[in-house]
C-alpha cells in the first residue's frame, strides 16, 4: 500500500526556516516525478515545486530562491527546504508523487494520484 508521510512543519516568524520532508512507502516503483503543493485557507491548492528522479527542480515563482526541493533515494524521502519565509507562506503543505510510467514531470495535480496527508506551516509576521 503506497503511503506518503510529512513531517516538520510548525510555526515560525516572518524571516525564518522549516525544512519539511515526506517519507514514502509501499512503492514498487521508483517515482520518476515527485512534488510539492500547498493550500492556504480559503484558497485552491497549489504547486510549490517538483524533483525528477534525474534531479532536475523547477519552483512556483513566489517561492523561487527562498526554497529547495531535495531527496534522498537511499532513504526514499523528500525535502523541502524553506528559507525567509513568510506570512503568505502559511499553508498545509502536501507531497504528491507521479503514478508508475510517467515520464513527464510538472505541478498539474491531476498527474499525482499519490498524496500525503499534510503538515501545516504558519508563518507570524
Known amino acids: 500500500q503506497v503511503q506518503l508521510v510529512e513531517s516538520g512543519g510548525g510555526s515560525v516568524q516572518s524571516g525564518g526556516s522549516l525544512r519539511l520532508s515526506c517519507a514514502r512507502s509501499g512503492y514498487t516503483y521508483s517515482p520518476y516525478c515527485m512534488a510539492w503543493f500547498r493550500q492556504a485557507p480559503g484558497k485552491e491548492r497549489e504547486g510549490v515545486a517538483y524533483?525528477?528522479?534525474?534531479?532536475?527542480?523547477n519552483y512556483a515563482a513566489s517561492v523561487k530562491g527562498r526554497f529547495t526541493i531535495s531527496q534522498d533515494n537511499a532513504k526514499n524521502t523528500l525535502y523541502l527546504q524553506m528559507n525567509t519565509l513568510k506570512p503568505e507562506d502559511t499553508a498545509m503543505y502536501f507531497c504528491?508523487?507521479?503514478?508508475?510510467?510517467?515520464?513527464?514531470?510538472?505541478?498539474?495535480?491531476?498527474?499525482?494520484?499519490?498524496w500525503g496527508q499534510g503538515t501545516q506551516v504558519t508563518v507570524s509576521s
Open positions: 524533483i525528477t528522479s534525474g534531479g532536475t527542480t
Open positions: 504528491a508523487t507521479a503514478r508508475a510510467g510517467a515520464t513527464l514531470c510538472g505541478l498539474r495535480q491531476p498527474d499525482f494520484p499519490y
